[in-house]
Nanobody, 115 residues
Framework: QVQLVESGGGLVQPGGSLRLSCVAS????????MGWYRQAPGKQRELVAG???????NYGDSVKGRFTISRDNAKNMVYLQMNSLKPEDTAVYYC?????????WGQGTQVTVSS
């Protein structure tokens, strides 16, 4: 059974930082591309950041220079370090694992940026 479990969300003031974590089980983690997506109320889900099995990263334009994605294959984990948070970063953040036809999602973690 495949499981992706996110943690680390919460309420933070503008300009603050949060670190999201996602632990995967039931997959050969190292061969999967991993990603973080987010969905704000009334908006479509969008890519925040991705990291390939080889460690190559890509970011959504709105988070470049502020967010950093990383992975630890030994622990089956992927992280999203979020700095200089803005109110518009408020959303549910989802962890994704993708390989071939296999596409798995976590349940999401809420991030709220507000004073």
């Amino acid at each position: 059974q495949v499981q992706l479990v996110e943690s680390g969300g919460g309420l933070v003031q503008p300009g603050g930082s949060l670190r999201l974590s996602c632990v995967a089980s039931g997959i050969s983690f190292s061969i999967y591309a991993m990603g973080w997506y987010r969905q704000a109320p009334g908006k479509q889900r969008e890519l925040v950041a991705g990291v390939s099995s080889g460690g190559r990263t890509n970011y959504g334009d709105s988070v470049k220079g502020r967010f950093t994605i990383s992975r630890d294959n030994a622990k089956n984990m992927v992280y999203l370090q979020m700095n200089s948070l803005k109110p518009e970063d408020t959303a549910v953040y989802y962890c994704n694992a993708f390989w071939g036809r296999n596409d798995y999602w976590g349940q999401g973690t809420q991030v709220t940026v507000s004073s």
